[in-house]
């Protein structure tokens, strides 16, 4: 049986050719030349496409058909820029193309390839330059391997590494990470703010496990409410969260504790009736240059000093 596959023409680049079948040796095996490659295209799992130097696909192999849904007859001769690339990528891939055939170099990349139904596949590509008989280059050979599917569980693996798993919030490591960060690139205006929920303990031995981390959760989403998609809302453990601040100073700073005050003051409505929290908030402002783990620090003493004050404040009861 012969295997073929659809490859650059005898005119050169941007033609089209008809298939070549492989030949076959004595006894069967199939001999070394033309059509041992070509069949080795076929045959193979990898991403197989090659690329005139004016952009038109010239191979397009069976395991690509698979992968984008497109079938070889369809997309040869047609431009890549208009099949597989991305729009928002299109430019870059030009730019690759045609200085690759400029300089006779080509590098690997890895980058966004569409399917036939706008969907998007990661594609990692080993890339060479095709040269012509008389050693010019006329096109790319691209071999891709579709990463799409260990893209997105590494993406999993770093986003349950870097937060809580209960409330979806930062984790107390992504939080410090984000925080030195900010205070390394010599931003003004970054401030924190440590959340101690006030009542939480006793919500939580009276109604349960179950309406503890219900509260958990709403207390998280009220604070995902009252900021902004610059700030960084974390749950440190237990019951103390924080949020930090990339801008706006002490004015934006004290606003917002008031507001995050409000928001955890409120009654939660949970499957046990209402249950009232509360919440010490203290706030720190930081320095560019400043060390995190300290400005954070700094914040949870204010948060202390707060929680305290309310406890002396708070009636005694008469033991008689």
């Not at 509260?215 to 103390?240: C, F, P, S």
């Amino acid at each position: 049986m012969d295997v073929g596959v659809a490859p650059l023409g005898a005119g050169g680049p941007g033609t089209r050719g008809d298939a070549v079948p492989a030949r076959r040796a004595p006894g069967g095996g199939l001999r070394a030349g033309a059509g041992l490659e070509a069949a080795v295209v076929a045959s193979s799992p990898a991403l197989v496409c090659v690329i005139g130097g004016d952009g038109r696909i010239l191979l397009f192999n069976p395991a690509l058909e698979r992968s984008t849904g497109w079938r070889a007859e369809e997309v040869l001769g047609r431009s890549i820029y208009e099949v597989l690339a991305v729009p928002s990528e299109a430019a870059l891939t030009r730019e690759f193309v045609e200085d690759a055939v400029a300089t006779g170099v080509a590098h690997g990349q890895e980058g966004q390839w569409l399917d036939r139904w706008g969907g998007v596949r990661r594609v990692s590509l080993l890339t060479s330059v095709v040269r012509d008989e008389q050693g010019r280059a006329t096109g790319v050979a691209c071999v891709g391997v579709d990463v799409t599917e260990q893209r997105r569980e590494e993406a999993r693996l770093r986003e349950a590494a870097a937060s809580d798993p209960l409330t979806r919030l930062r984790n107390r490591t992504a939080l410090l990470a984000a925080l030195a960060a900010e205070l390394r690139s010599g931003a003004v205006g970054t401030g924190v703010l440590f959340c101690d929920l006030d009542r939480f303990k006793a919500a939580n031995d009276t109604h349960g496990h179950d309406v503890g981390d219900q509260l958990l959760v709403e207390v998280a989403a009220r604070l995902r409410a009252v900021t902004d998609g610059d700030d960084v809302v974390a749950r440190l453990g237990g019951d103390e969260f924080v949020v930090l601040l990339r801008r706006g100073g002490a004015g934006r700073l004290s606003a917002l504790r008031e507001a995050v005050d409000a928001a955890l003051a409120r009654p939660f409505e949970t499957a046990h009736g209402c249950v009232l929290l509360g919440a010490s908030v203290g706030a720190a402002l930081g320095a560019p240059g400043d060390d995190a783990e300290r400005l954070l620090a700094a914040a949870d003493r204010h948060m202390y000093g707060i929680k305290s004050r309310r406890r002396e404040r708070r009636p005694v009861p008469d033991p008689r």
